[in-house]
């Protein structure tokens, strides 16, 4: 059974800047790739960004490409997703997911995590 922790949200100003982190626990090897989501009040859950746990490979959404960029460290089974430029419409719950295909469909990952909450505003 694989857990997820997210951590690294907070309050910014439009125009900022954060880090968010997925802490992995428990085996992997049988999943493909760890993905970013969020969910705003009253809104469906959206997927943002995913990375290959393995071959690194990544996937944007077009709402944050060239804004976001996603990373792991395999040393520390830690996934991150820089969030750049942010916006206050990017204001939501941020959650990690782990599934066994690519892409950013939510019902194609399980084990979600918690959420952090992001907030953009001035």
């Known amino acids: 059974q694989v857990q997820l922790v997210e951590s690294g949200g907070g309050l910014v100003q439009p125009g900022g800047s954060l880090r968010l982190s997925c802490a992995a626990s428990?085996?992997?090897?049988?999943?493909?790739?760890i993905g970013w989501f969020r969910q705003a009040p009253g809104k469906e859950r959206e997927g943002l960004s995913c990375?290959?746990?393995?071959?690194?490979?990544?996937y944007y959404a077009d709402a944050v490409k060239g804004r976001f960029t996603i990373s792991r460290d395999n040393a520390t089974n830690t996934v991150y997703l820089q969030m750049n430029s942010l916006k206050p419409e990017d204001t939501a719950v941020y959650y990690c997911a782990i599934g066994r295909v690519g892409g950013v469909y939510p019902p194609d990952f399980g084990s979600w995590g918690q959420g952090t909450q992001v907030t953009v505003s001035s």
């Open positions: 990375i290959g746990i393995t071959d690194g490979s990544t």
């Open positions: 428990g085996s992997t090897s049988n999943y493909y790739a």
